[in-house]
Nanobody, 125 residues
Framework: QVQLVESGGGLVQAGGSLRLSCPAS????????MGWFPQAPGKVREFVAT???????NYADSVKGRFTIARDGAENTMYLQMSNLKPEDTAVYYC???????????????????WGQGTQVTVSS
């Protein structure tokens, strides 16, 4: 059973930083695409950052220059470094891993097979 257990969310003032982590267990994910998909209240789940199997990163325009997606050397833990946070970043952040290797990072949630439970990020003004 594959499990992705997210952590790192919390309450932070505008301008602050958080680092989200998403370690996977149950299998290895070397050469898999991964992504982060926040969902704000009343909104659909949308991507903010993805990384392809070979390390190409893409970001939503709203977070460029502020968020950085990364993974460890074994590629079983994914991170989202969030800086200069804004109130509009408030959402539940879901991490996702692709279901097969050697794919680019899809911009759409249906491009991923395995999902974390979500971690709440709240940014106060």
């Amino acid at each position: 059973q594959v499990q992705l257990v997210e952590s790192g969310g919390g309450l932070v003032q505008a301008g602050g930083s958080l680092r989200l982590s998403c370690p996977a267990s149950g299998r290895t994910f070397r050469n898999y695409a991964m992504g982060w998909f926040p969902q704000a209240p009343g909104k659909v789940r949308e991507f903010v950052a993805t990384i392809s199997w070979n390390g190409i990163r893409n970001y939503a325009d709203s977070v460029k220059g502020r968020f950085t997606i990364a993974r460890d050397g074994a590629e079983n833990t994914m991170y989202l470094q969030m800086s200069n946070l804004k109130p509009e970043d408030t959402a539940v952040y879901y991490c996702a891993f692709a279901g097969r290797p050697y794919t680019s990072g899809s911009y759409y949630p249906n491009g991923y097979e395995y999902w974390g439970q979500g971690t709440q990020v709240t940014v106060s003004s």
